[in-house]
């Protein structure tokens, strides 16, 4: 493989992996925080 | 730094850091990308694939560092027993597990490009592999051993354990002949590197630094929370209600 096609896919499989941690870890914090929210709204 | 061991505390200073690290990081990564792929040159030797630097070498520097950090707060935890520092060292590991493969998979690209191979068992290259195997322990075990006590004990003994793998990768390429060049970065007589190449990877650093950090507050917030739920639920006894506990 060409050095470009071995930099692109280095770049772009680093990045996939970092924004899909983001978006796992985004998604998960939203479901606690709304779980949260129902539990304490049907306490009150 | 105690005060703020307490984990409402915790949350409340997690709460405000998040957003500002979340917009420091994409800052550093939108900077340290512009220098590493156009403002910094071309390599005498390896031409332009010496960019695979810029997010490699950041990427095993975290991996080790990581790890590191995870048996630090296993160390605290044994130690004082805070809670805290178990769920930091908990929530550190996939974000540590991420940055080992990504430096394995550009380490294995730019492996193809310097050595005209993907893998070779090469001292440093097994030792990073070992390392991404202790991370992925340590997930299975958190996974399979969720809420029961000894849970927190094993992972404590698992981090403390894996510590003996960094002096290795640190000095596989001093104490064994490999393919994996020796530090060219920081050596004994000083730095090594030319500046032009210096500040990108040094900003492409700070960035990896940055996102571990906010990644690591939000994991540890959601866990936060999730406690908080289910000590909510005990509390009024409802943890039989399935859409609740669900």
Partial sequence: MTHPLLLSLAYASCFILLTGL??????????????????????? | MTRFANPKKFYNLSQKLIPILGITTLLFFAIGLYFALFHSPADYQQ???VRMMYIHVPAAWFSTLIFVFMATMSGVAFVWRHPLADLLAQEAALIGAI????????????????????????ARLTSVLILLFLYIAYLALKQSMQDKPIASKMLRLLALIGLLNIP???GSVQWWTTLHQPPSIIRSLGISIHM???????LMAAAFGLFFLTILLMRTQTRLLNIKTIALLKKQDQLDDPSLAA
């Fill in chain 2, 196 to 202: 032009s190449m210096l500040i990108p990877l040094l």
């Fill in chain 2, 47 to 49: 031409g332009e694939s």
């Fill in chain 2, 168 to 170: 290795i990768i640190k």
């Fill in chain 1, 22 to 44: 983001l978006f796992k870890t985004y998604k998960k914090r939203r479901e606690a925080q709304k779980k949260f929210e129902n539990v304490s709204k049907k306490l009150k």
């Fill in chain 2, 99 to 122: 940055y080992t493969s990504i430096a394995l998979i550009t380490g294995s690209l730019w492996g193809k490009l310097a050595w005209g191979a993907y893998w070779v068992w090469d």
